[in-house]
């Protein structure tokens, strides 16, 4: 079966651009995830979807970011008004239902570079 | 907060010896989580193995193996026989019970020298 999958792998704005990174969740995986590795760091978590819903947001760092599942199953996270402080690979993780100690099964990443 | 401390930027092994990777936390909490994760240059994180803290028993996963110090709030993950496959950076990370998020340390470089 297929894991998950994120879009694009790579992609290189300016600063000032809006940018769309895309999350395919496992099938069935009701509970989605988005963390973000900068450079040297371990991952951080930004917000995790239970079904259609943001449960808990707490890690999105300010405004400018924002993230939607309107099916409950992809995901999008949206970056306005980029930023050079943004570049940082983004993580989607998902699980079967959310909740400890579901495993959290991550995609590959996209690395966002801000010029 | 939670947080995972991981001292050792990096560390390197023979290959078929033994290493062992620390990592202490600091929580108020009794009912928690422990993970160790691998990410290869793929990015893509694995998780090795995971450890319930009311569990006294330190969890094993064919050549990895846990030594959870409760106590200590020290949870170090020890690799036997290391392969070339092993090399990677290593993440330790804590999850709360009741909560979803990974609380993640800064991570750990293993090279395998052959």
């Known amino acids: 079966g297929a894991g998950v999958s994120q879009t694009p792998s790579n992609k290189v704005t300016e600063k000032g651009k809006y940018v769309e990174l895309r999350c395919d969740p496992i099938?069935?995986?009701?509970?989605l995830y988005w963390y973000r590795q900068s450079l040297g760091q371990g991952p951080e978590f930004l917000i995790y979807f239970q079904g259609t819903g943001a449960a808990d947001d707490s890690g999105l760092p300010n405004d400018r970011f924002f993230a939607v599942r309107p099916e409950g199953s992809v995901s999008t996270l949206k970056i306005q008004r980029t930023e050079r402080g943004d570049s940082a690979v983004y993580l989607c993780?998902?699980?079967?239902?959310?909740?400890?100690?579901?495993?959290?099964?991550f995609g590959p990443g996209t690395r966002l570079t801000v010029l | 907060a939670q947080t995972v401390t991981q001292s050792q930027p990096e560390m390197s092994v023979q290959e078929a010896e033994t290493v062992t990777l620390s990592c202490t936390y600091d929580?108020?909490?009794?009912?928690?989580?422990l993970f160790w994760y691998k990410q290869p240059p793929s990015r893509q994180m694995i998780l090795v193995i995971r450890?319930?803290?009311?569990?006294?028993q330190n969890a094993t996963e064919n050549r990895f193996s846990v030594n959870f110090q409760k106590a200590a709030k020290s949870f170090s993950l020890k690799i036997s026989d290391s392969q070339l496959g092993d090399a990677a950076m290593y993440f330790c990370?804590?999850?709360?019970?009741?909560?979803?998020?990974?609380?993640f340390g800064k991570g750990m470089k293993l090279t395998v020298n052959p």
């Open positions: 993780a998902s699980s079967t239902s959310g909740g400890s100690p579901d495993e959290q099964f």
């Open positions: 990370a804590y999850n709360q019970g009741g909560s979803e998020k990974l609380v």
């Open positions: 929580t108020s909490e009794s009912d928690y989580y």
């Open positions: 099938s069935g995986h009701t509970a």
């Open positions: 450890q319930e803290a009311y569990k006294q």
